[in-house]
């Protein structure tokens, strides 16, 4: 058996699928298209529309294949335990959606593991589901003994998205790791939880449709499915008992040794931070090169999840500053060559994971302090698992650390408590994982994918034309289609061409109209509810409109206009940004409306003011150089190596569109945009702001916008400048020097205050009394005062008593009463109690407070109860 690289294997593989017939397809993004999924955790999820008919292969190719990227974290606690849990990991597959089947699946299946892999046909094992006598026949026919296949049951050899759908048998291939592996019984097979068995291929034969009622209908179509990991079978080829040991993880591996100091192998709990150090990071690379970025939900949790979990593996190694960059610079070199996102996003992923290492060692912090609060409110020796669980889940910390400094106080921790609770979690996830499983299976449904499957995609002429001539093909009224939509109905219509632009990309669907003979329909929107189908959601004004109609689509030009012009000033705008910040700015979200722009972008920090000056002065002076706008398209690998900029998080085909404005804009594109950048006229930013961790976020207006919004500002500068009795360009000084006299008057005000008030000290003081502790103490009220002003006052009098005494104080504040009692502390010593005065006057007000021996205050509702709150007290303390 030769040894092969990871990256040997993932090329033999898709060229010998490629030879059979297959279309080498890229792999998708981990952000799957389906909404209902969180993350693309297996190599199917981008052909879904195919498996469901909704797509369909052009000739010669009989199926797909990929090495897919994938991110599972159902079992995150797990992985790093075992040599095979990973949370990134890469999927070999093959697909077919009704052209090959069983038959060919196997042989090629074999051909590859004993040919092309060269594995000892005598080594592999083969499982099928139980009832799937046709699979059992065909490995034998293939030379595969009795001995070497093992039928399984349901929960073992038979996939199934849901309780009802497309389902169908697996067939495992194993290969036999030698009895050293193994548990020693006589019985020991595949299936077995012994290690000596690894499966390394999963065949699905996706031949059912399971029913309501538990039968199983036969799918028109047969299909296949199949995943092989990458890692497992390197792990195979490279004679190396755990995924970790594989080439590219061991590289990993290798970086945390290097950092840390220490050598794999030598200790089992040092090694498990290298493991999960090397894996996390993978896949926190990969997760923010395709988009996502540090959250509190979602996708963006699960990046952080696994983002401080690595870190903190790396401070259990003594690794108390940032670190991970250090693992994303090998990531780059060991996969860049395959996966060209990360090369080009590796600024960004470098500024995020920096940004959030710093971040969580602010998280350790709080986790600290959290855990000696929980320590200090003990009235035990055990913390419980539910606490020890929030420090696991919420602050990062391992329960081993959470042991760790609890034993160094004499505390133990309830580890069944915090099992049980992490058992909870993992069911949560699991259910969550199922749920996906479902969702990714689940069909599109609905009349939008029937008309897709039916009609075919929209023809768009809307880049050359904003009026084109059509036909009706399909009406659509309250989710179901209809024949006729007739003056006074709303609903949705979809024409073989259109010149109008569904909504995509952050660009707004157009509106205009629809005319026919005898009747006229306003588009007041434009939507894709299924990729390629366009739907003009139209009110009818005039007549009726009927599916097979003729019709004059007519978009709103000069809507259409200025929508253009704030799309190409996006991209202007994304270059300034990029020219000025740095090139880690990656543009993550947009909207382009006709009366203004917005777009987030990827950044540490405020934009200072001077910087976006600098911007909108960089963007505007490429607008005014009046250049030409190119727009071309070509394959998706020609423009990266031209260096054209590929939005952040978004997907992309074979064939892209460029949109180019100079050489100081490049960007895929399939919006709409000016021919000239002059058209644009100016752009103006009108905010920037913060929509997140690491996200800002900019808003700016181009031509009639930008003037619209400069001449409400001159506006307001004139109202101004009429109020303030100056001219325009003298308000700012003009309201400076006004400030400047309102401040002096609240000073000279605040001192006629404290002069008043120095005289009510004095009335204070004067009607000091003896306490039956014997400590001189002031009751009695003050005049408009908020509680900060009444312990301003118990200074003063504190300082002024001659010895330490108490006080209780009564004043108003907007009409509502404000109780406070204070002590020295010798007084507090000698018996005053400041919270039980509070506790027994503030009734008398109808309010309530609280506070400690020393002070305490309250409010009410009830300014006529003072007098009475102020002799209940004197009735307490004299």
Not at 47 to 73: D, M
Not at 282 to 291: C, P, Q
Not at 398 to 413: D, F, M, Q, S, Y
Request: with cysteine; net charge negative.
């Amino acid at each position: 058996m030769e040894y092969m690289t990871s990256a040997e294997i993932r090329e033999k593989y898709l060229s010998f699928f490629e030879e059979k017939g297959c279309k080498r397809m890229p792999s998708s993004s981990l952000i799957p298209d389906d909404p209902s999924l969180l993350l693309t955790s297996a190599g199917m999820v981008q052909f879904k529309p195919y498996f469901l008919q909704q797509k369909h292969l052009e000739a010669p190719y009989i199926g797909t294949t990929t090495v897919q990227k994938c991110v599972r974290t159902n079992d995150i606690d797990i992985i790093g335990t075992t040599g095979r849990h990973l949370s990134f990991f890469e999927m070999l597959g093959n697909f077919s959606f009704g052209e090959y089947f069983k038959e060919e699946m196997c042989a090629w299946a074999y051909e590859f593991s004993t040919e092309v892999l060269g594995l000892p046909a005598e080594r592999l094992y083969f499982t099928v589901f139980e009832d799937d006598d046709e699979t059992i026949e065909i490995w034998k026919k293939l030379g595969v003994p009795d001995s070497h296949i093992s039928r399984l049951g349901e929960d073992d050899n038979f996939w199934r998205a849901g309780p009802t759908g497309p389902c169908g048998p697996c067939s495992e291939l194993y290969y036999d790791q030698g009895p050293e592996f193994g548990c020693g019984s006589p019985d020991c097979a595949p299936g077995c939880d012994c290690d000596r068995f690894l499966e390394y291929w999963n065949c699905v034969f996706t031949q059912y449709d399971g029913q309501e009622d538990g039968t199983l209908k036969p799918l028109p179509k047969k299909n296949i499915d199949t995943g092989m990991g990458l890692e497992r079978i390197a792990a195979i080829l490279q004679g190396v008992q755990s995924n970790y040991e594989t080439d590219v993880l061991a590289s990993l591996v290798a970086v945390g040794e290097r950092l840390a100091g220490v050598e794999y192998g030598a200790d089992k709990d040092a090694d498990l931070s290298l493991r999960i150090m090397a894996d996390h990071s993978r896949a926190v690379t990969f997760m923010i090169a395709d988009g996502i970025l540090p959250s509190n939900e979602g996708r963006g949790y699960v990046l952080r999840r696994l983002l401080r979990r690595a870190v903190m593996k790396g401070h259990l190694l003594g690794l108390d500053k940032p670190f991970l960059n250090d693992y994303v610079d090998e990531i780059v070199r060991l996969m860049g060559h395959v996966y060209p996102e990360i090369v080009e996003n590796r600024e960004l992923a470098r500024r995020v994971i920096l940004s959030e290492e710093e971040r969580f060692g602010a998280t350790l912090r709080q986790g600290r302090a959290f855990l000696d609060e929980a320590l200090a409110a003990l009235s035990g020796t055990t913390l419980s698992g539910e606490q020890a669980f929030a420090l696991h889940d919420t602050y990062g910390f391992p329960v081993e650390v959470t042991r760790e400094l609890c034993e160094e106080r004499g505390i133990a921790v309830d580890m069944d408590g915090f099992a049980r609770c992490m058992d909870e979690q993992r069911e949560r996830a699991r259910a969550a994982n199922t749920k996906d499983a479902e969702a990714a299976w689940s069909t599109y449904g609905g009349v939008h994918a029937e008309l897709l499957e039916e009609l075919g995609p929209t023809a768009f002429v809307g880049y050359d034309k904003l009026e084109s001539e059509a036909r009706v093909t399909a009406i659509v009224k309250d989710g179901a289609r209809v024949q006729t939509l007739s003056a006074g109905e709303a609903g949705e219509v979809v024409l073989d061409t259109t010149p109008f632009y569904a909504e995509m990309g952050g660009e707004v669907g157009d509106t205009g109209t629809l005319r026919s003979a005898g009747a006229v329909a306003e588009v007041r929107d434009t939507q894709a509810p299924e990729k390629g189908l366009v739907a003009h959601k139209v009110a009818m004004t005039e007549g009726a409109l009927s599916v097979g109609d003729a019709v004059t689509a007519t978009v709103d030009a000069e809507r259409r206009a200025r929508i253009t012009r704030n799309h190409t000033a996006t991209h202007i705008l994304h270059a300034a940004l990029r020219q000025v910040l740095g090139d880690h700015v990656k543009q993550a979200g947009s909207y382009v409306g006709p009366d203004r722009l917005r777009f987030d972008f990827t950044h540490f920090e405020a934009v200072s003011p001077e910087q976006l000056a600098e911007v909108e002065r960089v963007a505007n002076e490429h607008i005014m150089k009046a250049v030409p706008t190119a727009i071309y398209e070509t394959s998706l690998d020609a423009a990266r190596e031209a260096g054209v900029t590929a939005l952040f998080g978004e997907k992309y085909g074979d064939v892209v569109r460029v949109v180019e404005a100079g050489d100081f804009s490049r960007e895929l594109c399939g919006g709409c945009h000016v021919g000239n950048t002059a058209e644009i006229g100016f752009a103006k930013i009108v905010s920037e702001s913060s929509v997140g961790a690491n996200l800002r976020r900019i808003e700016a207006v181009t031509s009639y916008g930008a003037l619209e919004y400069v001449n409400s500002r001159e506006a307001e500068l004139k109202a101004a400048a009429a109020t303030l009795k100056c001219r325009p360009l003298e308000v700012a000084d003009r309201a400076a020097a006004n400030l400047k006299a309102y401040k002096d008057l609240q000073a000279k005000s605040k001192r006629s205050a404290q002069a008043a008030a120095g005289d009510g000290m004095e009335a204070l003081l004067a009607g000091a009394v003896t306490a039956k502790a014997g400590y001189p103490v002031v009751i009695g009220r003050m005049g408009e005062a908020d509680a900060g002003q009444m312990r301003n006052a118990w200074d003063v009098l504190r300082a002024r008593l001659g010895a330490p005494g108490a006080a209780v104080l009564a004043a108003q504040k907007d009409g509502k009463p404000v109780l406070l009692a204070a002590g020295a502390p010798e007084a507090v010593e000698a018996g005053f109690d400041a919270g039980a005065v509070i506790k027994a006057i503030a009734p008398c007000v109808k309010g309530g407070g609280g506070g400690k021996p020393a002070m305490a205050q309250a409010g009410g509702k009830d300014a006529a109860g003072i007098d009475a709150a102020l002799d209940a007290a004197r009735e307490m303390l004299l």
